[in-house]
């Protein structure tokens, strides 16, 4: 059953358990053969009924999250959301817990609604920008304990792993964890990898699993706009070839290429499912994105902090809040 909820909340989260009272409409399919037909898409989906409430206090919600496949990775969940709560404002602790997991339950509805407006939105849905931050970090951080190669990649495909579950495993994210993990395996094995067969990889990958997803809105993006840069990037790149040495080359043109191009990529489909282009999307992104990946990896150096002593937390947190 969908349920649609009228008033903007972002107090509901994917794997919430809800209760609620209401009339079930059935799903009708599109008789006419042209044109997007979301009764059979939703079908497909497994829903087969939609339910209109007016207001979320006609919603009861439990937030024990029925997705995850290990009891820990709840634990871990919580006890990230509570350092975040512990060291930083609370606003300021939702948006690190959409930013870094997905969690936008107690995002303000207001805030939301700026994500929304600038084209950002997918910023709080954990991208798959988050796995590279994510096994970066953890590169890093094993780097001084010179670990046997083999022993490297299983610990990074352990946080992968984990951290996909602990998104949510939001479709951006099981692209980017599927990806990375086949990487890391063809680098184990040390046999060459092309981006182009390892995104059909990973793309076959999660068909076989779940063949429905190739009519989710989130696995198209994200696939579209993964293999968007991956081929048309080094070829727009071949244009600057003379001023890629130039800092606001990298810092500036750089970027903007990057979101420019993963807009084109993503435009025909925003537009046909949402019926909007975000023209402000591609500069909004050339600010916002940048800081935001800055800010996730100062979340996750503060949750390490926190782990080796909380008033360390607290110092790394009163950095991040300025």
């Known amino acids: 059953i969908l349920l649609r909820v009228t008033d903007t909340t972002t107090a509901l989260q994917r794997g919430d358990r809800v209760e609620f009272y209401g009339r079930i409409y059935p799903v009708r399919q599109r008789t006419a053969s042209t044109g997007f037909d979301y009764g059979r898409y939703l079908n497909m989906k497994g829903v087969f009924g939609i339910v209109y409430v007016p207001t979320l206090l006609d919603v009861r919600v439990d937030r024990r999250n029925r997705y995850a496949l290990l009891t820990f990775i709840d634990n871990l969940r919580d006890n990230i959301r509570e350092c975040l709560y512990t060291n930083l404002s609370p606003t300021s602790a ?22 929304r407006d600038s084209g950002t939105l997918h910023l709080l849905a954990v991208s798959g920008s988050n796995v590279a931050l994510i096994v970066l970090f953890f590169i890093v951080l094993l780097r001084p304990l010179r670990l046997p190669a083999r022993k490297r990649a299983v610990i990074l495909l352990a946080v992968i792993l984990a951290f996909t579950i602990l998104s949510y495993g939001e479709p951006s994210v099981v692209r980017a964890a599927t990806m990375a993990s086949l990487v890391i395996v063809a680098g184990l094995l040390q046999r060459r990898h092309d981006l182009n067969n390892v995104i059909a990889t990973a793309a076959v990958i999660i068909l076989l699993f779940d063949p429905a997803q190739l009519f989710d809105v989130g696995f198209q993006l994200s696939f579209v706009i993964a293999w968007g840069l991956i081929f048309m990037l080094p070829r727009v790149t071949e244009f600057f070839k003379s001023v890629q040495n130039r800092w606001w080359y990298r810092w500036l043109a750089f970027p903007f290429l990057v979101s420019m191009v993963a807009q084109v ?58």
């Open 94 to 115: 939702a948006l690190a817990s959409g930013f870094l997991i997905g969690e936008t339950r107690d995002i303000p509805t207001d805030v939301y609604q700026r994500f």
């Open 265 to 322: 990529c993503s435009m025909g489909l925003i537009a046909f499912y949402f019926e909007r282009i975000p023209l402000i999307s591609p500069f909004a992104n050339l600010v916002v994105v940048p800081l935001v990946s800055i800010g996730v990896i100062g979340i996750l150096v503060l949750l390490m902090a926190h782990l080796i002593l909380p008033v360390l937390g607290m110092f790394v947190g009163c950095l991040l809040y300025t």
